[in-house]
Every structure is written in C-alpha cells, then in structure tokens.
C-alpha cells in the first residue's frame, strides 16, 4: 500500500480491541475516524443497497443459491 492511506472501519466492537488496536499502532497505521455504525459513510451498504435494487428489478428474480450467485456475478 501507498504509505499515505486511512484505514476504514466501522467500528464495531471486534475492530476495536487491543489487540487490533495494538497491530494498527505497531504499523503505523492511521484509522479514519467517523461515528459507529454510519451506513451512510459506508461504502459496502452503497453496494450492497444497489445490489439489492437491482436484484429486485429483475423479471424473474433468483430462487435458488446458485441462481442469486450468477444474478449478482451479472450486476
């Protein structure tokens, strides 16, 4: 990684021990700070959200597992 980066994460509990806390230090690595549990700040609920949108739009939408795993590979 380029040495100028913020690591993103949400907060939650798990990324938050001191032992994550501990690697991040060791590393320098520098965490963005935003307040826990912001969907909108996010990017992965951007993706998942139009994922979902566009599932939902299709004709015929996936029944099975493997159906949804080619309809997502798709969009």
Do not use: K, Y
């Not at 994550?20 to 969907?39: G, H, K, V």
């Amino acid at each position: 990684m380029d040495l100028q980066f913020l690591f993103m994460d949400d907060n939650a509990p798990c990324h938050r021990t001191v032992a994550a806390e501990q690697l991040l230090e060791s590393e320098d690595i520098e965490r963005m700070d935003w307040p826990a549990r912001s969907a909108d700040l996010n990017p992965i609920e951007h993706v998942w959200d139009f994922l979902g949108r566009r599932l939902a739009a299709r004709t015929l939408p996936p029944v099975t597992i493997r159906e949804l795993r080619l309809a997502l590979q798709d969009e």
